[in-house]
């Protein structure tokens, strides 16, 4: 059951060999039993997750049911859930319940899924590791030494120790597919402006996109076929006609061109991690596919744009958090500017600190130009590197992440190496393109490693026959912790 | 030393749309606190603008009418300062890039034509209030105004005297109601003014230092602020001082400005492109299409009034103070053609006159546009004299008589004797009672004629048609 | 460029984060680290391209002019740290 395919529990759901309400009910069950050791989530809601159940089931006696009604989704605590504590990892907003809820959301409730709880997180989803959380850190399920990934990491595990069988995740610069690759599960970030921010708490809004999380590409494609759509409140969220994200999966794979960047097979990448990408590209070699090689040229400086322009985003995006209207309020103070600065200071935790005060600074007078200015023209140097090479193939591929997953406490006192954990994935989100991570192996201390696949504007549907056919011909993904 | 003060106004314009600039709330003033503040108001966690068309519309509106450039793209960026009445730390504003750039407004100062240049004019969203009853030693915030549409309305320091900047204010006042797109109302804070003011020596180029005067949130504290400041800039300056660049508060109740803040401590606004939203583009057809709804502007009224019905640039200038004016004027001009000039003078005199005593906007004026003109059409038949004219329109004010005009001059009696017998026996009968007053007009006094025309009109308690009177009066003394 | 130590502080007051004296080395030190690796950018010369701001070259859209939402102020003020009056309270506000 606990490994069963989304597919495989709509059938039976359809087929009445089980109701929503026992299957929210087991997951619950799980939860409680193994919650306490991974820390995946932060809210669970019986209550309400079980109302939702008993509404689904309704629907799936009454035949209007889609694909996800009944299904249990864990939710990342970034989105909003109407009457669910909604934290995004932070003290600031520990006590936050929302009254209202994100466009994500909406839709999974629409669709009948089930809100099975929220998930653990980096603090407003600032970090590779989910060590920022105010909650606490998570643990990945395949070696509790090491982290989950992050900032989805307890959505990335959520999925991987079967505490659910699917989760939202959001990714500004990696967020899904890093800890999607670290915790051996897939997981896509959409093309920008597809997946609505509304309501979803932004950290870096040109960057952040969310994005489902799971066992397997066909799993992937449910979720995406529930999750985009055009949404009015979003002024970014682009107006693209809907389609069938599941209709290509079956398509065989002869003649693909995979382009391989050497700027990402030149160094950095750990052996174990290398030799699984070319086990991979055997696979898909196999499969039809040739591969070439291609070039990013600026590419290479995809950390160094993202540390300015995420941080510039989010220092004023984090500007709202005053103790004012909601949230945390520090106990004392003496005045005002007091009041905002303990407030500010007690509720956000060291790396949300850290990144608005390099915010704060590549926007400030006299700075302006050299920094931010200069991001956004990198940027759009980067975006245009990727354009040319989908000229010379049709897909890109490469590791999502340098190493398997780190241990905990081993980065966390080195900001930069923690986010040299992203130097594969933060480029698909100056670009706005799609890229997913699925499972491809383990390596150092039989730890999971994860195959980058990165695609142009739109190219949801072929990204994921692409890693639907080599899920059909491996099991990688089918390999569970537990 | 003579000095010459230099002025520069920006004027906070509020839009007078329906719903927020970036939400769906109601932007209607005087509601219960926090009552009209959504969750995209109360900047919730996750929460995201969309633009109102009715804003950018009303920008266009504007720019149209002053003849300034509509860009597009036009850009919006995040202004970022902490204040409880923000809720977001930051005020989606406008830095690079506004919607209306340039443009030009002539003003009438001291009998002349003036021509203020603008800057630029750019959309951005309100704040808050700060409600500052103490509440145990704390303060309130409304959010109900935080997000209402602004136009901020940024001249180039053109004004040479504060009498020239109430004049500026008070035209591009009339000017953003003329074109609906802000109510004016300065009382509830639809149209504010800050104040850049600096001096320097007859004569020379070079800028002196400013200071922005805030708050000025009426035409006379504009007026007295820029005086206020001018006079503290011209003291300090000559006895050697120089000016700190600062913004500075104006307090009514003192007459006087103080410092608000200096350069030193000015915020580093840290602006940047908003990246919740995309650049603004304004198609040619749109423009055009906004064009073609522009109603005629009060420049090209005053002209016209001036060529057309040959009336003085004051005269027209007075008509055409608001829209609502001037159309009242034309509506009451269409049924009596022939009589322009005293459609002009009425309206200027006893309707502008009872309206402003009343304090009533001339769109409820108790007597309409053909109340009036049917009033006035008795006066050129000769039926009523001015002076009772007047008594008349104080009754149609009032309602009397279903304000119908030859009603209540049959009621009270004011018909006119404009009968050339019963005229003749009248002057005859004064005539013959004054026989000193007679002689000696025919001796040169011309004042016994005033006299007795003055006995004339006393006989028949004002209702002989003085024109007549003194003809025949003319006539007999002479003959 | 170099970092310094009231360059930590005009920007931590900006942003209204505390950072006391002794944590203000140390944060010096970590954004330097951080800022060494952002001037990597400096390398490239990026005189004729446009800054890009978005993901897609899309414009804004527009919404109509149309009051959507109703009085939720008691749900919304349910949340608040501290609400007098219907009126979100903060320490006084002096101009």
Redesign the interface.
Known sequence: MFNASLKQLSIQLAEKKISSTELTTEFLQRIKQFNPEYNAFITVNEEISLAQAKVADKMLATGQAGPLTGIPIAQKDIFCARGWLTTCGSKMLSNFVSPYDAGVIERFNQAGAINIGKTNMDEFAMGSSNETSYFGMVKNPWDIAAVPGGSSGGAACAVAARLAPAATGTDTGGSIRQPAALCGISGIKPTYGLVSRYGMIAFASSLDQGGPMAKSAEDLALLLNVMIGFDPRDSTSLQHDAEDCAQDLQKPLAGLRIGLPKEYFAEGMSQDVASAIEKALVEYRKLGAQTIEVSLPNAPLSIPVYYVLAPAEASSNLSRFDGVRYGYRAPAYSDLADMYRKTRTQGFGAEVKRRILIGTYVLSHGYYDAYYIKAQKLRRLIAQDFTEAYKRCDIIMGPTTPTVAFNLGEKSGDPIQMYLSDIYTSAANLTGMPAMSIPIGFGDKNRPIGLHIMGNYFKEAQMLNIAHQYQLVTDWHLKSPV | MQWEIVIGLEVHAQLSTQSKIFSGASTAYGSPPNTQACVIDLALPGVLPVLNKGAVERAIKFGLSVGAKINSPSIFARKNYFYPDLPKGYQISQFELPVVQGGNIQIQADGEEKNIRLTRAHLEEDAGKSLHEDFHGMSGIDLNRAGTPLLEIVSEPDMRSSAEAVVYAKTLHALVRWIGICDGNMQEGSFRCDANVSVRPYGTEKLGTRCEIKNLNSFRFLEKAIDYEARRQIEILEDGGIIRQETRLYDASKDETRTMRTKEDANDYRYFPDPDLLPLEISANWIDQVQSVLPELPQARRDRYMSEFALSAYDASVLTSSRETADYFESTIKQLPAQVKLCANWIMGEINGQLNKEGLEITACPVTPSQLAALLERISDDTISGKAAKAVFESMWNGELEKNVDAIIAAKGLKQISDDSAIEKLVDQVLAANEQQVADYRNGKEKAFNSLVGQIMKATQGKANPAQVNTILKKKLEG | ?T?SVS??K???D?????INDNEVKE?LN??S???D??????A?D?ST????????S????????????A???G????????V????????????
Do not use: K, W
């Not at chain 3, 900006?14 to 505390?18: F, M, P, Q, R």
């Not at chain 3, 391209?49 to 897609?56: G, I, K, L, N, T």
């Open positions: 460029m970092l360059d930590v005009r920007i931590a900006l942003a209204y984060i505390e944060t970590q954004l680290g951080i800022f690796l952002i001037e990597t950018m400096q490239v990026t391209v446009e800054p890009m701001s978005h993901a897609q899309v414009v804004q859209r527009l919404r109509e002019d149309e009051v959507t939402e009085d939720q102020h749900l919304y003020q349910s949340i608040a740290p501290q007098e009056a219907d009126l979100y309270l903060v320490p006084q506000v002096i101009e």
